[in-house]
């Protein structure tokens, strides 16, 4: 069974804050990874995607990718209150297949 | 936004009927995927067409089944509604050449 694993939350952190979401999973043919931003009763739309090993930015999101410790995260700087959400990480196994998703982590920015 | 367009946005539905979802996406997207969210939980993958052809199937039972048509629209059916059928279904497409899944705005699914 492949595994998407988003084991920490809720997760509350203060208006400019840096917010680290974390992500394992289990199946080492993994071969894209992306996350995806929910706001509450709204579709996942998506923040970033990362196929290499390495730091990818964009703008004031960071996506980082571990494939020997199986292992993604995103790290939001200056969050914003309008950073509240779930964000669920999806990993692919292949060029056309599903995504699988972990179950998502809730941040809350206070301002 | 995505390009994805779900209809209808809401439905209710009791035990034991019959229902279908529709999704269209722009041009060239050859790939649909479903997927069903129940509350507090990831997207679970029902199936994925492409072509026109069933091309992969998540852990779901038959009386859940779909269509993909040439002008890129697809279709979800479901069979003989259970209670636990209640969830958002989020309808997601791309091309061949791009690995990236869209999402269209879902359906939320409510059965009494």
Redesign the interface.
């Known amino acids: 069974q492949k595994e998407v694993e988003q084991n920490s939350g809720p997760l509350s952190v203060p208006e400019g804050a840096i917010a680290s979401l974390n992500c394992t999973y289990s199946d080492r043919g993994s071969q894209s990874f992306f996350w995806y931003r929910q706001y509450s009763g709204k579709s996942p739309e998506l923040i970033m995607s990362i196929y290499s090993n390495g730091d990818k930015e964009d703008g004031r999101f960071t996506a980082q990718l571990n494939k020997a410790s199986q292992y993604v995260s995103l790290l939001i700087r200056d969050s914003q209150p309008s950073d509240s959400a779930t964000y669920l990480c999806a990993v692919k196994y292949g060029a056309n297949s599903k995504l699988t998703f972990g179950k998502g982590i809730t941040l809350s920015v206070r301002p | 936004e995505t390009g994805v367009t779900q209809s209808p946005t809401h439905l209710i539905k009791t035990r034991g009927q019959q229902v279908t979802l529709r999704c269209s996406s722009q041009s060239g997207h050859n ?1 649909v ?1 479903w ?1 069903q969210q129940a509350l ?6 029902i199936f ?1 067409y ?1 072509r026109e052809e069933e ?2 199937r ?1 852990n779901f039972p038959p009386r859940f089944s779909g269509l993909q048509f040439p002008n890129y629209s697809s279709e979800l059916n479901v069979n003989a509604l259970e209670l636990d059928d209640s969830a ?1 279904y ?1 309808c ?1 497409t791309n091309t ?1 050449a791009k ?8 359906t939320r699914l409510s059965v009494l």
């Open positions: 790939t995927s997927y507090g939980q990831g997207p679970q993958f994925q492409y091309n992969g998540g958002l989020l997601a061949e690995n990236i899944q869209y999402f269209g705005a879902g």
